[in-house]
């Protein structure tokens, strides 16, 4: 299946055809008694129309070219004078150093909470234990001379 393309786009080379085949059809369906003399001669009046009507439509076309050339021209040359990204040395070394500080304070933070709940942990371990202790030395009687159990001497050292 074949696509027929639209001439939509060149209106002026569409109107400008449509009116040389108008132009041809008349002349050619025209009734009249014309002598040989007229007819060559309308032939060539349809021929200068023609023939303007194409240097009208190539001289469109030319000016459609140009202002797309000027157009791109204008483009490129705001693309080339747009702002530019420039980069310090110093400021990406300051901007790098907040950061590396950010993150060490937030990571001392965590190690701090850490080692508070950590303390706090051992800490009442070690209330537990003594309270342990002391209530087992308490409830048991001392077996040797020295009046003391071994667990109660590894505690007290």
Sequence with gaps: MTTIKPTSRRPLVRSTLFAATLLAGLTACQKNDASAGQTSS???NIGQQAGQKLDQ????????VDAAKATAQQNLDAAAS???IKLDPGDLASQAQANFQGAAS????????AMSSTGAGLETAGRKLQQWSSET???SQPSSADGGSDA????DK
């Design 106 to 113: 937030a990571t001392n933070a965590a190690v701090a909470k």
């Design 57 to 64: 439509a190539a001289s469109y076309v030319g000016q459609q």
């Design 137 to 139: 030395s308490s409830n």
């Design 152 to 155: 109660q001497k590894q505690m």
């Design 42 to 44: 309308g032939l060539n």
């Design 82 to 84: 747009g702002p530019s």
